[in-house]
T-cell receptor, first 114, second 115 residues
Framework: NAGVTQTPKFRILKIGQSMTLQCTQD?????MYWYRQDPGMGLKLIYY???????DKGEVPNGYNVSRSTTEDFPLRLELAAPSQTSVYFC?????????????FGDGTRLSIL | AQSVSQHNHHVILSEAASLELGCNYS??????LFWYVQYPGQHLQLLLK??????LVKGIKGFEAEFIKSKFSFNLRKPSVQWSDTAEYFC?????????????FGGGTRVLVKP
């Protein structure tokens, strides 16, 4: 049971390039999330998904896209990389329970846009 | 709009000192509350959580938190810190809504424990 797996762990992009951050979970969780973490700013929610085929915007969705074709996978797409997207990205998942939810996090992807 | 406030951005203290980190939120409905810890170079880990029942919640590594509904607060405490508690601590609030829940994190508090 690997939990939440993110790839790659590190990446450097040039301005204007595109890339996909991969996230997969093997816990059969309904909910999946993408966050970015900037120094001193805490976590900001980019997009989330409540199940396969359903996605919704979080606090800071501009410049990103997501898809959720399967329960396991929730890739995050940057179409035109900008320096403002330099950050550490965390994927998380949770299983919805009536009494609440706890998120499991991946190890993060450190992305630099130069 | 919901917000989660962690008033202290940085805390420096010595080993064996007591620690209390503040967390306040603004949503007036039912909430689930969490504290996460991020050790240097590692991913987020759950310290403790409150869903219902006893408002005093005990977590891992000697941490506890108290939910005070009237104050919209969920402060984290540890009576005696160790050097290994050096980390960044995040409070998170999950609003329980019929239309769907969303988790919001506070800005984090960096804790440095001096040996």
């Amino acid at each position: 049971n690997a939990g939440v797996t993110q790839t790659p762990k590190f990446r450097i992009l040039k301005i204007g390039q595109s890339m996909t951050l991969q996230c997969t979970q093997d816990m059969n969780h309904n909910y999946m999330y993408w966050y970015r973490q900037d120094p001193g700013m805490g976590l900001k929610l980019i997009y989330y998904s409540v199940g396969a085929g359903i996605t919704d915007k979080g606090e800071v969705p501009n410049g990103y896209n997501v898809s959720r074709s399967t329960t396991e996978d929730f890739p995050l797409r940057l179409e035109l990389a900008a320096p403002s997207q330099t950050s550490v990205y965390f994927c998380a998942s949770s299983y919805w329970r009536i009494s609440g939810l706890s998120q499991h996090f991946g190890d993060g992807t450190r992305l630099s846009i130069l | 709009a919901q917000s989660v406030s962690q008033h202290n951005h940085h805390v420096i203290l010595s080993e064996a000192a007591s620690l209390e980190l503040g967390c306040n939120y603004s949503y007036g409905g039912t909430v689930n509350l969490f504290w996460y810890v991020q050790y240097p170079g590692q991913h987020l880990q759950l310290l403790l959580k409150y869903f219902s029942g006893d408002p005093l919640v005990k977590g891992i590594k000697g941490f506890e938190a108290e939910f005070i509904k009237s104050k919209f607060s969920f402060n984290l405490r540890k009576p005696s810190v160790q050097w290994s508690d050096t980390a960044e601590y995040f409070c998170a609030v999950n609003e329980i809504r019929a239309a769907g829940n969303k988790l919001t994190f506070g800005g984090g508090t960096r804790v440095l424990v001096k040996p």
